[in-house]
């Protein structure tokens, strides 16, 4: 299966379950991979054809600078649905994380796995 590919997006958000993270947005770190087949928009040149990275990266952002989820679990579980929302995606691979939300670590966060329904 092909796949579209966001890498490496930056948002800023509430994020958190400690009061001192409800107050002040933080970095949030998105990934994603939605899987669909990407032949007719090779084949035709036409991005009506494919899954536009853009939108996606737009809707994507807006979501999850304005959610305030509690955790990264809760934020990639929304993530996956939005991405969903699109018939030609079949499966999405999402991984959120905070950077430098842990000492030591350059960043902590969760990858999940989704797939439409059968």
């Known amino acids: 299966m092909d796949k579209v ?3 490496d ?3 800023r958000g509430i994020i958190g379950i400690n009061d001192w993270e409800r107050e002040k947005s933080q970095d949030i ?3 994603i991979e939605m899987y669909l087949d990407l032949h007719q928009a090779g084949e035709s040149d ?3 054809d494919t899954v536009s990275y ?6 994507i952002l807006k979501h999850a ?14 993530i996956a649905r939005l991405c ?3 018939s030609r995606v079949h499966q999405v691979c999402i991984r959120v994380e905070k950077p430098g939300a842990v000492r030591f670590a350059k960043s902590v966060g ?5 797939s439409r329904p059968a």
């Open 5 to 7: 590919i966001i890498r």
């Open 9 to 11: 997006l930056q948002a």
């Open 29 to 31: 770190l998105i990934n």
């Open 46 to 48: 036409n991005i009506d």
């Open 54 to 59: 853009s939108s996606t990266a737009k809707k």
């Open 65 to 78: 600078e304005s959610i305030g989820r509690f955790t990264v679990e809760a934020l990639a579980e929304d």
């Open 84 to 86: 969903l929302e699109d």
């Open 110 to 114: 969760v990858e999940i796995e989704r």
